[in-house]
């Protein structure tokens, strides 16, 4: 029998928590025989939530964490002071080898502190970013960073573009990924002095794929399989899309509601639009690993359900079975 990935799952993280993560881990569970969940929180509260489901519990462990990191709590105390939190526990799981990644809905800087802090980073990378998986009209793209890294410098760019080209390689399969380099214009003199410094760098990367500049308004159409940015422009960017999909799905569905006829048409093409609007929707696509780190760290929406909390677990099969971190360490420490 293939070796187990082992998950540890924040089971108190998150507005849908502990009921939705429980679910989801569950669901992954029974989902894919591959993996085997440490759903860490309160353990009495975790164990009353399980008793109504079905599983093999062989593959699902509770450890027990008593304490919570709230999502407005100063990241930093809160990794040193709440030793007993189910974002610290887990994450010391990955530390200690017990576990092979770890998945929050919790605190985005708490996990992002924590991560850095109690996992570390790989020997040369020297900003881990967030990586999510945003999707567009082809398939889908890798932004990266979106939030880790506000004041990136362009050296820290072009490993996010190694890393991000090894990860949608490996685990998206997208094979020889297309690099862009999020701007205000494609033209190679455009942007901030960031840009401009890193577009010769980009260029002259024999490890990646470099297409150029790619603006925002391009995104949702695919031109780039890996979109590097800082964190400040990448936050805007994926939140900027997040609205737009969940504004033009409130107004689509308003519309058809309208009169009769709306609704007749409606149910007629309520299959083919079910299934348009599920490929755009990020859930079905995990969430946003920190890349870079000794061991994976899985960040998910705080408002995630049961089906985002599975799949982000399902996402760290092929993380490990694709051997993420020793490829990035090839590339940033034997490469650079």
């Not at 450890?63 to 040193?80: F, K, L, N, S, Y």
């Not at 010769?200 to 150029?212: D, N």
């Not at 569905?253 to 079910?274: D, F, H, Q």
């Amino acid at each position: 029998m293939a070796e187990l990935v082992n998950v540890a799952v924040d089971a108190m993280g998150g507005d849908n928590a502990p009921v939705q993560v429980v679910k989801g881990a569950v669901d992954a569970v029974n989902a894919d025989k591959r993996v085997k969940v440490f759903l860490v929180g309160r353990e009495p509260v975790l164990q009353e939530e399980l008793r109504q489901y079905t599983f093999d519990a062989s593959r699902l462990e509770v450890v027990h964490a008593g304490e919570v990191i709230d999502t407005g709590e100063p990241p930093v105390m809160a990794i040193r002071k709440k030793k007993d939190s189910s974002i610290v526990k887990g994450m010391y799981l990955v530390k200690e080898s017990t576990c092979d990644a770890f998945v929050s809905a919790g605190s985005t800087g708490a996990v992002l502190v924590g991560g850095q802090v109690i996992v570390g980073r790989i020997k040369g990378v020297e900003r881990p970013p967030l990586a999510p998986v945003i999707p567009n009209i082809n398939g889908v793209s890798l932004l990266l960073d979106c939030g880790a890294n506000v004041d990136a410098r362009p050296g820290q760019l072009v490993q996010f573009a190694k890393m991000g080209s090894i990860y949608m390689e490996h685990v998206i399969g997208v094979k020889n990924p297309k690099v862009g380099l999020v701007n205000i214009g494609v033209e190679e003199e455009k942007g901030n002095a960031l840009t401009k410094e890193t577009y010769p760098m980009l260029q002259a990367c024999p490890e990646i794929h470099f297409i150029g500049n790619v603006e925002a308004r391009d995104i949702p159409f695919g031109v780039a399989d890996v979109l590097v940015c800082e964190a400040f422009a990448g936050n805007i960017v994926l939140k900027m899309l997040e609205g737009v999909s969940d504004a033009l799905v409130k107004k689509i569905k308003g519309g058809m509601m309208e009169n009769l006829r709306s609704k007749i048409g409606a149910m007629l093409v309520k299959p083919a639009l079910k299934r348009t609007l599920k490929g755009f929707s990020t859930e079905e696509y995990g969430g946003a690993p920190l890349l870079g780190l000794n061991g994976l760290v899985v960040k998910t929406h705080g408002s995630s359900k049961a089906v985002e909390i599975k799949n982000s677990i399902l996402q760290c099969i092929a993380f490990k079975e694709q051997n993420i971190n020793e490829k990035i360490k090839e590339q940033i420490v034997l490469g650079d």
